[in-house]
């Protein structure tokens, strides 16, 4: 007698179902990937309770004949693969979203599912019920559309109630929803979307041409305008591999890595690989616990690329990883230092936001600004500016002015009335006003002010200098008085000795002694007194995960930035004008200098008309 028994299909088809359709904003994410894969430029989607009552999704792509329809819900049917010249049928050249066959009938197996499809070419349209894998006869139905498909999904996991258990609220399967469908919108910017839960409009978001510009609007669209303004565009490509996309700046950082998206080949994916880039690009950027926003499209041939490797086909495989990688940290790199001194726009909100509540709490109410009069420079202000102390010829009173020694004079010296100095409209950030504290520079622009933390500022231009220096192979190195053994797998030590030449540039002489031991001769000088072995073997696991030594870079570039907070202007010093704009110049001509070593930023710039605001005068 035999043990082995054939399941029916109704539980192989809920068996796939477990895999395929995890959740409701599992099948909302298959069902928008097959409009899109049919052409469709327009995707409405509707959801009650969760997605577990219904799910409604119409779309205005080509739509299906009577004869396609019975073989859609079909395990296994597709129109995306066909086979090639020899018979084969090649599942290593993926392009499309879809493939396996397996959404349509996972979904009727677990739940009541109804589809209306009209192609273009045909004059009716059909429908076709399957119900806890019940498959109803084919029968004429309307359709709204002039072509398209409807698919509405009922009672998902009635079938199943087991699954049911493990449904979360309605609300947070609310949220997974509409975050599957931005993720859709984000992946492709030229299709329309409209996305209602509970009867209740959530987004709603237009087509928009494809390309850079129509992208960042639908990105700017689902993440935020300050994303749009906030962003450094991301272009680059290495031997036929293509990155595009946008990267926030490191002051526009957020307390998760949740706002970090990854496409490839237009299909949204969740990939380690894309955490591991984006940690090793913005290191230099950020506190361990700030985590940059980005969102990055990348273009491969899909020869090189296994998008098999799971049913719900949101892991992929690549053939060179360490080729993607290396894209994804020098395009980011590449753009962060194109990005010069900027800082994220939303450093000057914060400081406004927390000025003014401090106005607010005094009780005044802002009049109506009258109408200003003309006058020119050297005419004398109306006469609500009178008093003398506020003429335009009047100076700064020392007597106001803290006693900076020559600063003091200084300041006592700019009048009210004058313009801003040459200086301050031939530069972005402007003319050394001010020392403020001893702490704090004020400097005035064309349009604004800006005031700049000397410390934090001064310790990134000490930082990039020494990783300049090290760049260009000047790093200190110390030679051990009894060279160390480390005993490894040989496996490891055969990845080490392929780093030999990346980690001498570092200060780091390896030998390999043996078939699975390391002799070290030599280690940077930054590193003093370290632990070799431990440091070795922490090279030979970054090594193997991501095919670089970043557990060395890490730990110089720590240093590096404790050396360079250590011998940086502290906070306290008086600086003289000429220092505070020799500052000012150096940070103008410095990449990253926008923000310090922990992503903190070293400046905020206010604009007048905000500033003006401030004082009810706008």
Known sequence: MSVIARLPTETINRIAAGEVVERPSSAIKELVENAIDAGARSIDIQAEMGGLSRIIIEDNGRGMSEIDLPLAVERHATSKLKPQADGTWDLMHIQTLGFRGEALPSMGSVARLNIISKPADQDAAFAIEVDGGRIAPLRPAAFSRPHGTRVELKDLF???????????????????????????????????????????????????????????????????????????????????????????????????????????????????????????????????????????????????????????????????????????????????????????????????????????????????????????????????????????????????????????????????????????????????????????????????????????????????????????????????LIPEIVDLEPADVSRLMTKQGDLDVMGLAIEAFGPSSILVRETPALLGDCDVGALIRDLADDIAEHGQALALKERMAEICGNMACRNSVRAGRRLTGEEMNALLRQMEATPHSGQCNHGRPTYVELKLKDIEKLFGRR
Do not use: C, W
């Open 158 to 480: 009635y079938a199943t109630p087991a699954r049911l258990k493990f449904m979360k609220t309605d609300r947070a399967e609310n949220m997974a929803i509409a975050e599957e469908v931005k993720r859709q919108a984000m992946a492709h910017e030229d299709v329309g979307f409209t996305l209602e839960l509970d009867g209740k409009r959530q987004l709603r978001l237009f087509a928009e041409t494809p390309g850079f510009e129509g992208r960042l609007k639908r990105l700017a669209a689902i993440l935020g305008e300050d994303f749009g303004r906030n962003s450094l565009l991301i272009d680059q490509g290495r031997e036929g591999v293509r990155l595009t996309g946008y990267a926030g700046l490191p002051t526009f950082s957020r307390g998760n890595g949740q706002h970090q998206y990854l496409f490839v080949n237009g299909r949204p994916v969740r990939d380690k690989l894309l955490q591991g880039a984006l940690r090793g690009a913005y290191a230099d950027f950020l506190a361990r616990d700030r985590h940059p926003m980005a969102v990055l499209y990348l273009d491969i041939d899909p020869q090189d690329l296994d998008v098999n490797v799971h049913p719900a086909k949101t892991e992929v495989r690549f053939r060179d990883p360490n080729l993607v990688r290396g894209l994804i940290i020098g395009a980011l790199k590449h753009a962060l230092a194109s990005a010069g001194h900027r800082a994220a726009t939303t450093v000057a909100d914060q400081a406004l936001s927390g000025l003014r509540p401090q106005i607010a709490s005094l009780g005044y109410q802002y009049p109506t600004p009258a109408p200003r009069p003309a006058y020119s420079l050297d005419a004398p202000h109306p006469n609500y500016m009178s008093t003398p102390a506020f003429m335009p010829s009047a100076r700064v009173e020392a007597d106001f002015v803290p006693h900076y020694g020559e600063l003091a004079e200084a300041i006592a010296d700019i009048e009210l009335s004058a313009p801003p100095a040459d200086i301050a409209t031939q530069h972005p950030l402007g003319a050394a006003r001010a020392q403020i504290h001893e702490t704090y520079i004020l400097a005035q622009t064309s349009d604004g002010l800006v005031i700049v933390d000397q410390h934090a500022a001064h310790e990134r231009l000490v930082y990039e200098q020494m990783k300049t220096a090290m760049a260009q192979g000047h790093v200190a190195r110390q030679s051990l």
